[in-house]
């Protein structure tokens, strides 16, 4: 893990500012690559702290964290200032089989929750000390979790996030978009807001499921936040360096195969696979990001073009096109890759009571190629569905944006993000096949066509010759014509009846 390369930026210094023996002095970047290691089940949490607070778990000359580390024995790295940012992520983790003793004695919790009660205690003690009339100050604590840890504190339709409400009073809140620039792109963060003992007690219930079910990509942190950290205030997505195609994750042996083929290849296999997504108007900023920074880096990582069309832009709506040269060989796919990255950006959100939120994805499809999705009286959107989980629709011509074309339809996902983002690459993978499949069978046919055709007239002509009754010669016709029809529907990749379209 030591000789993984960080995609945040060019430099290379320790991301703590205090060695732990508490001197100012930086480390040199390879000893701290070593110190730096979290294993896969270690327990881990990412505090964030208002910057102007810093001082309080740092000290002078770092004598407080030194002080911290040795009494959780607990590790503990102070995140730098980030431009553009007024928060630093304290990173503290921990063995997840040693115990510590908590101040009543009574409570025994990783070195790791340890720590962070005390880090929490000293960032908000300000707040409760300015003046004598602290009792009912409403504090707030923050933690980042990788996504895919959030769902031990959601639960299943929210039912564990509601139940810590309800114990404890505090107000919980599950934050995906507007996310500090200090934040990776696979980050979630979970705010607490409430008075102090209220919100303690929720956050040592939030810590607790998180201790028992530690990220699956934790290990892979350490490469992803110990270097460098970009100059310009653009935030920070490399995380998305050290995740698979389609959010899965590398393994540690390095990179994912794109291909099954190393050897050169004949460019005229290749095909342009395109899609289109449809955003809203005010999504906009958070697909592009300051100075191009969000989709410029999703270009670089996923291989793609990627196209804002503004010129399309009509009300509510703009038009986002994705489309890259792909051979059908490689099970990488750079466009699909890339709306999955866009798609937590580029969709509807609504957070429901419960606190979690659903994505409403919307897709373009051209009319010709939309039966690939539906199948025979709907089999395969209902497979779709039932695969997902998610809410799959083909939308009517009348609820077309204004931006479609006339010969589009519109699939609409909803769903919260896991789920949205597997029906969407669902989707996509059968969009690319048919693809692939349609330029195989147009090759086919122009053998196949004329071969059918010669066979039927040769049969005409049979019973012709044989004077049998005009009503077979009008059977001899349709047998025919259903034989060039079946040919016209293999080329379009369709078998559609008149009550397959809208669901």
């Not at 007690?201 to 499921?209: E, G, N, P, T, V």
């Amino acid at each position: 893990m030591a000789g993984q390369r960080n995609s945040y930026g060019k430099r290379a210094h320790s991301q703590s500012d205090y060695s732990e023996n508490g001197s100012n002095k930086r480390r040199n970047a390879g000893d701290d690559r070593e110190q730096f290691v979290i294993d896969s089940d270690d327990t881990v949490y990412r505090y964030l702290c208002p910057a102007r607070k810093i001082g309080s778990i740092i000290g002078r000359g770092g004598e407080i964290v030194k002080q911290l580390r040795a009494d959780t024995k607990s590790k503990i790295r102070i995140g730098e200032t980030i431009p553009g940012s007024d928060e630093r992520v304290v990173t503290i983790y921990s063995s997840r089989d040693e115990r510590n003793a908590l101040e009543d004695g009574d409570s025994f919790v990783s070195p790791a929750q340890d720590a962070l009660f005390r880090v929490h205690g000293r960032v908000v003690a300000e707040d409760l000390h300015s003046d004598e009339d602290s009792e009912g100050r409403q504090i707030t604590a923050r933690l980042l979790i990788s996504s895919d840890q959030i769902g031990c504190v959601i639960g299943k339709g929210g039912q564990i996030i509601q139940n810590i409400r309800s114990e404890t009073g505090a107000q919980i809140r599950i934050l995906k978009d507007d996310l500090p620039s200090c934040a990776l792109s696979t980050d979630e963060l979970v705010q607490i807001s409430g008075e102090a003992a209220v919100v303690k007690k929720a956050l040592h219930q939030i810590a607790s499921r998180l201790h028992e079910n530690p990220s699956r990509s934790q290990h892979l942190l350490a490469s992803a936040v110990s270097n460098a950290y970009p100059a310009a205030g653009a935030r920070i997505v490399g995380v998305t360096s050290l995740v698979g195609p389609y959010g899965r994750y590398k393994g540690d042996t390095g990179e994912w195969p794109r291909s099954m083929y190393s050897a050169p290849r004949d460019e005229m296999s290749s095909k342009e696979f395109s899609l289109r997504l449809v955003c809203p108007t005010a999504n906009i900023g958070g697909v592009i990001g300051k100075g191009g920074a969000i989709i410029n880096q999703i270009r670089q990582e996923s291989g793609a073009a990627i196209k804002v069309d503004s010129s399309t832009t009509d009300g509510d709506d703009c038009l986002i096109t994705i489309s890259a040269k792909e051979f059908f060989e490689d099970w990488y796919s750079p466009s699909i890759e890339a709306a999955a990255r866009l798609q937590p950006r580029c969709s509807e959100k609504v957070e429901g009571d419960s606190g979690i939120v659903s994505f409403t994805t919307r897709l373009l499809v051209p009319t010709s190629r939309i039966g690939c999705l539906i199948g025979k009286g709907g089999a395969i959107v209902t497979e779709m569905r039932r695969i997902t989980k998610a809410n799959i629709r083909i939308l009517s011509k009348e609820n077309l944006p204004k931006i479609a074309s006339e010969d589009d339809e519109m699939v609409q996902i909803a769903g919260d993000l896991d789920v949205a983002k597997d029906a969407l690459v669902q989707i996509t993978t059968r969009l690319r096949a048919n693809l692939f499949d349609r330029e195989e069978r147009a090759r086919g046919m122009d053998v196949c066509t004329p071969f059918l055709v010669v066979m039927a007239l040769v049969i005409y002509l049979l019973v012709t010759a044989m004077e049998v009754m005009v009503v077979s010669r009008l059977v001899v016709l349709l047998v025919l014509m259903e034989l060039i029809l079946q040919d016209v529907v293999v080329l379009l990749g369709t078998e559609i009846g008149e009550d397959d379209w809208y669901y």
